[in-house]
């Protein structure tokens, strides 16, 4: 089975948590699109619910698919939110940020009481680190900041859109860095944290609550126990 048919089933399984009237975050990428498009299904058969989208992109995605809109503002709480990641391991700690909408899609993590990740056989990984890490950094420091990366071995490349940076949403950059050989990514995300410019990170480390993993024809759900 190729990895959009995986995607696809990983996508099916996931709306059927959807209930009517619902807030529903719509994530960013590849994967995240094929939710968007199944939800736009509901829509269109009369399904009564909300999308707040985690990127310009899936936001104009929605759109087409007449999926209604929120803001965040507008919403004191988002039900569920359905999103992909570049990578996720046994403990549900995830890389995400290759589509770059990390800093929107934490954001809208946060304000969710159930985040579902999708994702295709090959999202699974023993340990992070094979997928670079990406920062979302503010422009004005990001060559200081891409030193002290440098300097903490780190590897950090600036990631380009042809030949200009590449731009998020909010107008910042985004490094790509190289963790494969760092242990403590808990600890590595606190001192990325404290370097002034650095405004997120890729690491999603504790808010997943489900991951549904297609492989081959086969579904399966990891739910986080308390």
């Given amino acids: 089975m190729s990895n959009d048919l995986e995607k696809a089933a990983a996508a099916r399984a996931a709306v059927e948590y959807i209930e009517e009237g619902m807030i529903v975050g719509l994530g960013t990428g590849s994967t995240a699109a094929f939710a968007i498009r199944e939800i736009g299904k509901l829509v269109a058969e009369g399904f009564e619910l909300f999308g707040i989208p ?67 056989h090959s999202k699974k990984v023993s340990r992070l680190g094979a997928f670079p890490l990406p920062l979302e950094t503010i422009p004005f420091a990001t060559s200081q900041i891409k030193t ?5 071995g780190l590897k950090p490349e600036l990631r380009m859109d042809d ?26 995300e606190d001192e990325l944290l404290h370097i002034p410019g650095i405004v997120d990170t890729g690491l999603f480390l504790s808010t997943t609550d489900i991951i549904i993993v297609s492989s081959g024809e086969e579904v399966e759900i990891i739910e986080r126990h308390p």
């Fill in 148 to 152: 002290i990366l440098e300097d903490a």
């Fill in 163 to 188: 030949d200009q940076a590449f731009l998020t949403d909010e107008g910042n950059y985004i490094l790509d860095i190289n963790i494969g050989h760092v242990s403590n990514i808990s600890m590595l």
């Fill in 54 to 120: 985690t990127s310009l992109r899936s936001e104009s995605l929605a759109r087409k698919l007449h999926i209604p809109i929120l803001s965040l503002d507008s919403a004191e709480r988002i039900d569920i939110t359905i999103d992909g990641a570049d990578e996720f391991d046994p403990y549900m700690q995830l890389i995400k940020g290759g589509g770059g909408a990390l800093l929107r899609e934490k954001i809208i993590a946060y304000n969710t009481e159930k985040n579902i990740i999708i994702a295709d």
